[in-house]
């Protein structure tokens, strides 16, 4: 089935290098790898979702994505066209098609505007409707979102951690959008309103029809959005899984580690069950060798780790996985 | 394991505690009357969402509130001595050595100007009146019993040479230097990665057993305290809504809040069906409502909760919950 389905996104031999600044002490061309040579497609209308732990490049992925960060090597395929080199002109009507939600509800909202200003700004820009057009469609998107009319008029610092977020999404989808990117949307949020806030980008997403790319580092979450998931190791996509395929039956050692890392809310499980813990930390994505970057933490690293970077291969149907076990 | 704890000793004892900040005339109750206490060599969870009070009323016992919150009322008893009302001076002398902390942000704790192992180092000389040299070979032993490696080098490095997993090790090193009895964690893991979660954890639980010390572990993660905590409270709005063993919080919660944390969570075990949030948002704390604080957002709230506040009742000789619904054999229980 899943070969039959329209690609939205097809990403193919990304890259994304940061260049350190050469100070007075050092010289030479260092890089930091944060989105090395990652391969994914999405499908129309599934919950793609991107985990790893920080500094993976999770975050960096989904900004060049929507070519906030320009790549330094490879295409990005959106309904059919690369984006990945188009200037800011040709982008313009692609812009309007992505849109993002971010991770933290206070800082990405303007507290000068409005909140009729903050979803208006969007239209503005890509649409040549009318002001009274634009009211009508706000106030759409508004109750779509859950907030009230009255809301128009405040300001960001009037509402609840919960509610700006509502705020974000409106924004997000005051364009219409097809594709919108998730970028921790919900981890600045509390237990309860996290929830809420959950149920209603399933029924957006129902509704219009949306595709999403959840970037997160909370694995409960993920695993509750998604269709599929990406696991992403140092700047590299380690594992791409069906949702439950890969939280039953995890390949990559740091899929498995990472899952059994999850701290599970039933005592009795909790303390019953054998956590793999990984030891050490991420290294540094500066100066990376050549070979499988998990290899220093590996309980299973054979020599040709240290020697071949393993890639992405199909190990069962729509199951991929970049490690020399498999 | 439960059955053992019921019968150890209190440590703490905290009762009818207020705390309260002052803006002028305006008046915000953080902390709304709590009794609690914590045995020796337990680790009690305390769960509560953003604004519930919970860290404001740790900090009420340590004697560090900022300076326009107040304590109002209330008897906090530490191993049979009151401390609610200690002078600066006296204060001092218990933070560190009874009671140690370890805050949240492992990025900002440490002084960037210090080496991390002189943070130790000035602790040991001040508390422990030690030697310089003396002090150092112990700051180099702390840090290897909380498993950072080569602590020989690390000793010297400063806090921008240490991740952040690392970080909350050398201010878990700094928390034990003076054998506390009881050590408070607030919200200790959640700016790490899962992984490292993990690791610290299970570093903590050991020294805690190693050590026979109490903790007090805050957290608004219901998985966090699944996997180490023996007895759980959960507060909401500056109030203990619900108290008990960790298997009848999770197995058989009482009250509707408890009930409404636990099912609005996704779990990585189990089925994938609709997550059930809890509506609406938490109150306002600078005009406190008559009745039940979560009486607005409660799905079983009738009149009487809007009015009048309920009162403890007890299930068990470790559970009890503020509810007036709770075990009346209704609509709750199912």
């Given at each position: 089935?899943?070969?039959?389905?329209?690609k939205?996104?097809?990403?193919?031999?990304?890259?994304?290098?940061?260049?350190?600044k050469?100070s007075?002490?050092?010289?030479?061309?260092?890089?930091?790898?944060?989105?090395?040579?990652?391969?994914?497609?999405?499908?129309?209308?599934?919950?793609?979702?991107?985990?790893?732990?920080?500094?993976?490049?999770?975050?960096?992925?989904?900004?060049?994505?929507?070519?906030?960060?320009?790549?330094?090597?490879?295409?990005?395929?959106?309904?059919?066209?690369?984006?990945a080199?188009?200037?800011?002109?040709?982008?313009?009507?692609?812009?309007?098609?992505?849109?993002?939600?971010?991770?933290?509800?206070?800082?990405?909202?303007?507290?000068?505007?409005?909140?009729?200003?903050?979803?208006?700004?969007?239209?503005?820009?890509?649409?040549?409707?009318?002001?009274?057009?634009?009211?009508?469609?706000?106030?759409?998107?508004?109750?779509?979102?859950?907030?009230?009319?009255?809301?128009?008029?405040?300001?960001?610092?009037?509402?609840?951690?919960?509610?700006?977020?509502?705020?974000?999404?409106?924004?997000?989808?005051?364009?219409?959008?097809?594709?919108i990117?998730?970028?921790?949307?919900?981890?600045?949020?509390?237990?309860?309103?996290?929830?809420?806030?959950?149920?209603m980008?399933?029924?957006?997403?129902?509704?219009?029809?949306?595709?999403?790319?959840?970037?997160?580092?909370?694995?409960?979450?993920?695993?509750?959005?998604?269709?599929?998931?990406?696991?992403?190791?140092?700047?590299?996509?380690?594992?791409?899984?069906?949702?439950?395929?890969?939280?039953?039956?995890?390949l990559?050692?740091?899929?498995q580690a990472?899952?059994?890392?999850?701290?599970?809310?039933?005592?009795?499980?909790?303390?019953?069950?054998?956590?793999?813990?990984?030891?050490?930390?991420?290294?540094?994505?500066?100066?990376?060798?050549?070979?499988?970057?998990?290899?220093?933490?590996?309980?299973?690293?054979?020599?040709?780790?240290?020697?071949?970077?393993p890639?992405?291969?199909?190990v069962?149907?729509?199951?991929?996985?970049?490690?020399?076990?498999? | 394991?439960?059955?053992?704890?019921e019968e150890?000793?209190?440590?703490?004892?905290?009762?009818?505690?207020?705390?309260s900040?002052?803006?002028?005339?305006?008046?915000?109750?953080?902390?709304r009357?709590?009794?609690?206490?914590?045995?020796?060599?337990?680790?009690?969870?305390?769960?509560?969402e953003?604004?519930?009070?919970?860290?404001?009323?740790?900090?009420?016992?340590?004697?560090?509130?900022?300076?326009?919150?107040?304590?109002?009322?209330?008897?906090?008893?530490?191993?049979?001595?009151?401390?609610?009302?200690?002078?600066?001076?006296?204060?001092?002398?218990?933070?560190?050595?009874?009671?140690?902390?370890?805050?949240?942000?492992?990025?900002?704790?440490?002084?960037?100007?210090?080496?991390?192992?002189?943070?130790?180092?000035?602790?040991?000389?001040?508390?422990?009146?030690?030697?310089?040299?003396?002090?150092?070979?112990?700051?180099?032993?702390?840090?290897?019993?909380?498993?950072?490696?080569?602590?020989?080098?690390r000793?010297?490095?400063?806090?921008?040479?240490?991740?952040?997993?690392?970080?909350?090790?050398?201010?878990?090193?700094?928390?034990?230097?003076?054998?506390?009895?009881?050590?408070?964690?607030?919200e200790?893991?959640?700016?790490?990665?899962?992984?490292?979660q993990?690791?610290?954890?299970?570093?903590?639980?050991?020294?805690?057993?190693?050590?026979?010390m109490?903790?007090?572990?805050?957290?608004?993660?219901?998985?966090?305290?699944?996997?180490?905590?023996?007895?759980?409270?959960?507060?909401?709005?500056?109030?203990?809504?619900?108290?008990?063993?960790?298997?009848?919080?999770?197995?058989?919660?009482?009250?509707p809040?408890?009930?409404?944390?636990i099912?609005?969570?996704?779990?990585?075990?189990?089925?994938?069906?609709?997550?059930?949030?809890?509506?609406?948002?938490?109150?306002?704390?600078?005009?406190?409502?008559?009745?039940?604080?979560?009486?607005?957002?409660?799905?079983?709230?009738?009149?009487?909760?809007?009015?009048?506040?309920?009162?403890?009742?007890?299930?068990?000789?470790?559970?009890?919950c503020?509810?007036?619904?709770a075990?009346?054999?209704?609509?709750?229980?199912?």
């Open positions: 089935m899943a070969e039959t389905r329209e939205l996104v097809d990403v193919k031999n990304l890259k994304k290098y940061f260049p350190l050469n007075m002490f050092k010289k030479g061309n260092q890089v930091v790898k944060a989105v090395d040579d990652v391969s994914f497609h999405i499908y129309k209308g599934e919950t793609f979702g991107l985990v790893g732990e920080s500094g993976c490049g999770k975050s960096t992925l989904g900004r060049t994505l929507n070519r906030l960060y320009d790549p330094t090597a490879g295409e990005i395929c959106f309904d059919g066209n690369d984006i080199s188009l200037n800011n002109k040709q982008l313009q009507p692609y812009r309007k098609r992505i849109q993002m939600i971010f991770q933290d509800p206070y800082s990405s909202l303007n507290p000068y505007m409005t909140v009729e200003e903050i979803i208006d700004e969007p239209l503005e820009i890509h649409t040549r409707l009318s002001k009274g057009e634009r009211k009508k469609i706000i106030l759409d998107i508004l109750e779509k979102v859950g907030l009230k009319k009255e809301d128009m008029e405040k300001f960001p610092h009037e509402f609840s951690g919960g509610q700006r977020q509502r705020i974000g999404i409106a924004r997000a989808l005051s364009t219409n959008p097809d594709f990117i998730c970028d921790e949307a919900i981890s600045a949020l509390d237990v309860s309103i996290q929830a809420q806030v959950i149920n980008l399933e029924d957006l997403q129902k509704e219009l029809n949306l595709t999403y790319l959840f970037v997160a580092h909370d694995l409960s979450m993920v695993r509750h959005i998604s269709d599929r998931i990406g696991v992403m190791y140092l700047g590299k996509m380690v594992e791409i899984s069906k949702s439950d395929e890969l939280y039953a039956k995890p990559h050692p740091y899929t990472l899952l059994s890392a999850i701290p599970i809310p039933d005592p009795i499980k909790a303390q019953n069950s054998k956590r793999e813990i990984i030891t050490g930390e991420l290294p540094s994505p500066i100066e990376m060798e050549k070979g499988c970057r998990f290899r220093a933490r590996c309980p299973f690293a054979k020599p040709i780790c240290a020697e071949v970077d890639t992405l291969k199909e069962e149907d729509g199951h991929f996985v970049a490690c020399h076990l498999y | 394991m439960s059955s053992n704890i150890k000793s209190n440590l703490l004892e905290v009762k009818k505690l207020r705390t900040f002052y803006d002028g005339k305006s008046k915000l109750e953080a902390v009357g709590i009794d609690f206490t914590v045995k020796k060599g337990e680790v009690l969870g305390i769960v509560g953003s604004g519930s009070g919970k860290s404001v009323m740790v900090k009420s016992i340590l004697g560090i509130i900022p300076t326009n919150a107040k304590i109002d009322a209330g008897e906090i008893i530490l191993d049979g001595k009151h401390i609610e009302n200690l002078s600066k001076k006296d204060k001092r002398a218990i933070r560190g050595r009874e009671i140690a902390m370890i805050f949240q942000d492992p990025m900002t704790a440490l002084n960037p100007l210090k080496k991390a192992g002189d943070h130790l180092v000035e602790l040991l000389i001040r508390v422990r009146g030690m030697k310089k040299k003396e002090a150092k070979n112990e700051a180099i032993e702390l840090l290897r019993m909380v498993g950072i490696p080569s602590p020989e080098t000793v010297n490095q400063y806090p921008h040479e240490f991740s952040g997993g690392m970080r909350q090790r050398v201010l878990i090193a700094m928390a034990l230097a003076c054998n506390p009895k009881l050590l408070i964690a607030d200790p893991t959640t700016a790490l990665d899962v992984t490292i993990a690791q610290i954890l299970e570093l903590l639980k050991k020294l805690q057993t190693e050590n026979d109490s903790v007090v572990l805050i957290t608004h993660d219901l998985g966090v305290v699944a996997t180490i905590c023996s007895r759980i409270l959960v507060m909401y709005a500056g109030m203990v809504m619900e108290e008990g063993m960790a298997h009848e919080i999770f197995y058989s919660p009482k009250h809040y408890t009930k409404a944390l099912n609005s969570i996704p779990r990585v075990d189990g089925e994938k069906t609709r997550l059930k949030p809890i509506k609406g948002s938490a109150p306002s704390l600078t005009k406190v409502a008559k009745g039940c604080p979560f009486a607005e957002r409660c799905e079983l709230a009738i009149d009487k909760c809007f009015t009048e506040m309920p009162v403890y009742k007890s299930f068990s000789s470790t559970q009890k503020m509810c007036f619904l075990g009346e054999g209704d609509k709750l229980d199912g």
